[in-house]
């Protein structure tokens, strides 16, 4: 393990050392390495292929992000929260803004909660596909990440309609949407839904009963259930070793409690079985996607009532004193939530995503904690590489499926 | 006349040596141009008719890169490496035949650069040197990655030389020969087998030691799904991780050319070679080692990679058996057939 309270240097003078005894070598890889998903490194000891100890060590992405969130007003900070995790840019504004709805005690309009339950749904797919693709990638599967990253545009092209942006979408607000819905897109996320299971069933054929991927996923990171609990596992790499919790139905936020869907489980708990639950669960962000639309009132307010939290329509501030006066304050000054403190989960695409708020009063945070979920899934990584082969490590990384934005924030 | 058959011999093998540089060359864009297809992709498509310059663009880019030797390489070594890679693959095609012999101005002219006794051997032997130019760039870069590509490489050739050199003892049984011009002379005679007249192609005979050859072959040349050594998510590039400028590409170059004197290899030692329905030629030998290439491509584009105990396990738990028995079953075969059992 790494001692933190030597500094950097001892542990790159580590690196260079070779004990010849041992007939050990260690290995560093990353944090500029092509399968590390971003900057993560990890120290690797091995004995031939064979990895003896593997650690972990990240920190080269941090930009602080919490501390920003104590440095700026409330509604700042939206924009910050799409790039921790940046492949799934919607469902981190979700995450915040829910919290934020809840300490205010506001909450969104119905059109506005499904409507985010949609967007959340299409990037749970959108980042499913970055992570199946380089995943896939990572075990020599080429053309996946092709296939994956075409389908993943479509989605893009969804987010660009309605808010103009693509990957850092700050695509929602406190109190719901400023944006009126394009009157086309309930159409083009239809005819996404109508496409998509055939793309599944596309990468199915290329992975799910290949010789050589089977070979190289099952019984290849094997966490047992109870291990996974006590690591605070979340997400698909809980589930893949069958542990039934998904924030979706244990504490139902949005209108996720009138949607009728399943939670995909695993058994083994292996890289092949987290595999399934994530192709899977893909699959049940269709049905669920297809539900909000059928269930979505065609018209209604999308932003949550004119109160001092949420900043008021923008007709109504050219066209009245009150508003435009409540525009000047809210935007000049922010707007102070009660006293108090608040947590606040969703199910990420990568696991239970929370933020924590303590307010004092003020227009800015006293304290913003954001429990991302691959910061702590990550942790298994050396626990799963117990007797692994190098070939495995990769192939390891890839099944936590880390966003280091995230880890790192 | 000796010194005669000696000039002709170097014309033909200069000839064919540019051929291949050339071959090797547009392999590059076939492999870019198809798996693009298969991936939804366009691929190179700037330079020139359908990126048809793409090669040469590419062989200026790398030769203007700079040559950068890692402070910690053995520097003679990490210079030479590359070299003895590049220079002993095209030295397999020198045996295969491209055609009967060509009758111009009054002189035979072979359409091939060695006719010699041993040539299979050859071609084998070959391989094994090959692999040199692999372990010696992997040891002198002085990087862990590279030391890794070039240990995986190092098992990994010796365990599929043995399948590739046992899958081919089927054919020297029923050929009866080592030379590649008997085996091809031998494809080229008909078999009837009732109403259907056959060519005598060494695939109808022996399909499983073709499919241990081809195996092996992929395996050989380090191509996917065996592409350990290079494996570029978990070693970086291998074997090749130091290397920059025209000393990468002399690797690169050497992969290449290694895959197509392979598939002229499967092409002639299975596929009857230049034999054909219509008009027997070098081109029948050219859409056959081309079906081979494609073969290639496409496996890049559909399987995953192995793991390197995987791999082993493959070739020395289900590979090396089965070549052994079609060996011990062709054997039989022979043997019945001429009436000694």
């Keep these: 393990m790494i001692d933190f309270s030597q500094p950097t240097p001892v542990i790159l003078s580590e690196v260079r ?11 560093n890889m990353g944090p500029q390495h092509p399968s590390t998903h971003g900057v993560l490194r990890v120290r690797l000891t091995l004995e031939g292929e064979t990895v003896i100890a593997c650690d972990p060590v990240i920190g080269y992405l941090h930009r602080g992000v919490e501390k920003l969130g104590e440095s700026h007003r409330y509604a700042q900070f939206v924009p910050w929260t799409d790039r921790t995790d940046y492949v799934a840019a919607p469902s981190n504004n979700l995450g915040y803004v829910l919290a934020v709805e809840k300490l205010c005690g506001i909450q969104a309009p119905e059109r506005a909660q499904y409507w985010r339950m949609i967007m959340a749904e299409l990037t ?29 545009e479509l989605i893009l092209d969804i987010f660009e309609k309605f808010c103009g942006a693509r990957l850092t979408t700050n695509m929602m607000e406190i ?5 009126e819905i394009p009157p086309d897109l309930p159409e083009m996320v239809r005819e996404f839904c109508r496409y998509f299971p055939k793309a599944i069933r596309q990468y199915e054929d290329l992975l799910t009963e290949n010789p050589i991927w089977l070979a190289r996923t099952k019984g290849v990171g094997v966490i047992e259930p109870e291990v996974a609990i006590n690591y605070g596992l979340t997400g698909a790499c809980l589930r893949g070793s069958g542990v039934n919790y998904d924030v979706r139905k244990a504490m139902p936020y949005l209108l996720y409690d009138r949607i009728d869907f399943e939670v995909p489980l695993g058994t083994h708990g292996d890289v092949y079985d987290r595999y399934l639950v994530r192709i899977e669960e893909m699959r049940q962000s269709i049905r669920i996607i297809e539900q909000c639309l059928d269930q979505v009132p065609t018209d209604g307010p999308l932003m949550a009532y004119e109160s001092q939290y949420v900043i008021p329509p923008h007709k109504n501030v050219m066209t009245t004193a009150e508003d435009m006066q409540r525009h000047f304050i809210w935007v000049i000054k922010g707007f102070s939530p009660p006293k108090g403190e608040v947590y606040h989960a969703v199910e990420h695409s990568k696991g239970e995503l929370g933020y924590y708020i303590v307010s004092d009063g003020s227009p800015i945070p006293y304290r913003l904690r954001i429990r991302s979920p691959d910061f702590v899934n990550l942790q298994s990584l050396p626990y799963m590489a117990q007797g692994a082969m190098l070939a495995d490590i990769v192939a390891l990384i890839g099944t936590i499926d880390i966003v280091l934005g995230s880890v790192d924030r | 006349m000796e010194w005669q058959r000696l000039i002709v011999s170097y014309i033909v093998g200069f000839v064919l040596l540019n051929v291949l540089l050339g071959l090797m060359a547009y392999m590059t864009w076939f492999e870019r141009r198809v798996l693009a297809r298969m991936q939804h992709r366009v691929g190179p498509n700037r330079t020139g008719p359908f ?38 693959a095209p030295l397999g095609a020198a045996v295969i035949p491209f055609g009967d012999t060509l009758h111009l101005f009054g002189i035979d002219i072979p359409l091939l650069v ?22 010696l760039g992997g040891y002198a870069s002085g990087n862990r990655y590279s030391l890794l590509g070039a240990l995986r490489s190092t098992a990994q050739v010796i365990s599929y030389e043995l399948v590739l050199g046992l899958s081919l003892v089927g054919v020297l049984i029923l050929s009866g020969s080592l030379s590649l011009q008997d085996i091809l002379r031998e494809q080229q ?18 399909p499983l030691a073709f499919a241990l050859f081809l195996i092996a072959a992929v395996a050989e040349t380090n191509r996917a799904p065996f592409d350990l050594p290079e494996a570029e998510t978990e070693l970086v590039a291998g074997y090749f991780t130091e290397y920059s400028g ?12 290694n895959m197509i004197v392979v598939s002229l290899l499967a092409a002639t030692l299975f596929l009857g070679g230049i034999d054909g329905p219509i008009a027997d030629g070098v081109w029948w030998l050219a859409i056959k080692a081309l079906f081979f290439l494609f073969f290639y491509v496409w496996l890049r584009a559909t399987l995953p990679r192995f793991r390197y105990d995987q791999l082993m396990g493959l070739a020395w738990k ?8 079609n060996i011990a079953l062709t054997g039989l075969v022979r043997l019945w057939g001429i009436g000694a059992l």
């Design chain 1, 124 to 152: 749970r797919i959108a980042s499913h596909l970055v992570w199946l693709g380089t995943h896939a990638l990572d075990i020599g599967a080429l053309s996946v990440s092709l296939y994956t990253f075409r389908d993943r």
């Design chain 2, 246 to 257: 025209f000393r990468f590409s002399f690797y690169f170059l050497a992969e290449y050319i």
């Design chain 1, 175 to 179: 109190g719901g949407f400023s944006r």
């Design chain 1, 17 to 27: 050392q070779i004990s010849p005894t041992r007939r050990e070598l260690v290995l």
């Design chain 2, 51 to 88: 990126g048809l310059l793409q090669p040469i663009a590419d062989g200026i880019k790398l030769l203007a890169k700079e040559d950068i030797v890692p402070a910690n390489a053995d520097r003679l070594v990490f210079l030479v490496a590359p070299l003895l890679s590049f220079a002993l």
């Design chain 2, 114 to 135: 060695a006719d010699i006794n041993v040539a299979v051997l050859y071609v084998l032997a070959l391989g094994s040197v090959g692999v040199y130019g692999i372990i």
């Design chain 2, 189 to 206: 005679r008909s078999l009837v087998l009732g109403p259907l007249t056959l060519p005598n192609w060494y695939i109808l005979s022996q």
């Design chain 2, 318 to 325: 289900v590979l090396l058996p089965l070549a052994l028995l």
